[in-house]
């Protein structure tokens, strides 16, 4: 909000209530212009400071920027050289362990596609050993079909065979009823829920009779496949040769998905507790974030000594810097060089401005206190009256009283 009079920014260092109205009555009007005049000027030293203070963050922005590539630049020419300083071991070193971070990223990087690439061998394979598993047990139940309908082999499944006849009978007369009823005609409504409802009750069981028999051919087949192999008849033989072309199959397969679980074991072991290789690359990207800001700076130091900016430098240090400093960077030193003077006037001038504030400030106080003063002084001069006053009164009613006891 803008104020048009001296008044108005007055008024804003005295909030408007009866003492601040008492105190402008009393403020003769020539004071009163000057203060709102020194106000307004304090204003404006200010935000002269709080622009002094934006440009001064601006500028430093822009001389650090300048002096970390320039730092930068001259710490790549000396790679080569044998230059014995603390500052040029400790930026070999923050190399070093920067590229040792990269590396490590690159092979966690590494493991976690060949954790996923195992991951996927293993689904893929499991997968096959799931199917081939299927055609196993259609293998022995083909085998055990085959050895119950040959009497070349009731010595081996007559164990089998009182089991295997109950539920072919079984079968057989389920779906001689569930025929009957498909043939059954006529009838009401009733008659055909009823019809529907005992067929699929039929159905159900000769579904589990149907389940039964095939794992009975199942459980003959697998037993008997265990069995040294003797003459056989070629039915039974072939179903034999397949089976064991399949167990070779599946042992095959099985070694292939240990070994593959036990690579991802190891790789899994490798991410650490948490097993979360983001979280490992997240944390060397941490480092190498923290040792880049050690890095940044030293740039600015090296960059500030060969700038001139920082002349707090052994003579030794300073000649070193000269064989390293070629007349192409004269530019840049010369950036620098105004950027830190615009820094360093404009932080004097801010420390002038504050000062100039807090002078005025305390005048402005000193004139309060001196007004309060004067104030109780003349306060203190009533008082004194009314008291004279009031004294006057005593010794009047004093003399009175003394009239009139003479009257007793």
């Excluded at 070193?93 to 990087?109: C, M, P, Q, R, W």
Aim: proline share 1%; glycine share 4%; aromatic share 8%.
């Amino acid at each position: 909000m803008e104020f048009n009079s001296l008044s108005a920014i007055y008024t804003l260092k005295y909030p408007i209530n009866q003492e601040s109205i008492k105190l402008l009555l009393l403020i003769p009007y020539s004071i009163f212009l000057k203060n709102c005049v020194l106000y307004k000027d304090m204003d404006d030293r200010k935000k002269r400071i709080d622009d002094l203070i934006k440009n001064n963050l601006e500028s430093r922005y822009s001389l650090d920027s300048l002096l970390e590539k320039f730092g930068e630049n001259l710490y790549s020419r000396i790679k080569e050289m044998n230059a014995d300083y603390d500052d040029i071991i400790q930026y070999n070193v923050y190399l070093k362990d920067i590229a040792e971070s990269n590396t490590a990223i690159s092979k966690i990087e590494e493991k976690n596609r060949r954790y996923k690439e195992l991951e996927e061998a293993i689904e893929i394979a499991e997968n096959a050993e799931k199917e081939r598993a299927k055609e196993m047990a259609s293998f022995y139940r083909r085998l055990g079909k085959a050895l119950l309908e040959n009497s070349a082999y009731d010595d081996y499944t007559s164990l089998f065979r009182e089991q295997a006849d109950a539920l072919k009978t079984k079968q057989e007369s389920l779906e001689t009823r569930i025929s009957e009823l498909d043939n059954k005609e006529g009838g009401n409504v009733f008659s055909w829920i009823g019809k529907s409802a005992q067929g699929l009750v039929l159905k159900s069981f000769l579904s589990k009779a149907q389940e039964s028999q095939e794992q009975l051919y199942f459980n003959i087949g697998e037993r008997y496949s265990n069995r040294d192999s003797e003459s056989e008849e070629n039915e039974v033989a072939a179903i034999r040769a397949e089976i064991d072309n399949l167990r070779d199959i599946l042992k095959t397969a099985e070694d292939e998905i240990s070994a593959l679980k036990d690579e991802r074991r190891i790789i899994s072991a490798s991410f650490g507790i948490d097993g979360n290789p983001q979280k490992q690359i997240q944390y060397v990207n941490n480092h190498i974030a923290e040792v880049k800001e050690a890095l940044s700076i030293l740039y600015r130091k090296f960059g500030s000594q060969a700038s001139g900016i920082d002349e707090d430098i052994a003579p030794e240090r300073k000649y070193f810097i000269d064989t390293i400093v070629t007349a192409e960077d004269g530019e840049i030193i010369g950036r620098a060089v105004r950027l830190n003077q615009s820094i360093s006037d404009n932080e004097k001038a801010i420390v002038k401005l504050k000062a100039s504030l807090a002078i005025d400030e305390e005048k402005l106080k000193i004139e309060k206190y001196k007004k309060s003063i004067e104030d109780k002084k003349e306060r203190i001069v009533d008082l004194e009256k009314g008291i004279n006053d009031l004294e006057g009164s005593v010794r009047d009613s004093e003399d009175y009283i003394r009239e009139l006891e003479k009257q007793l």
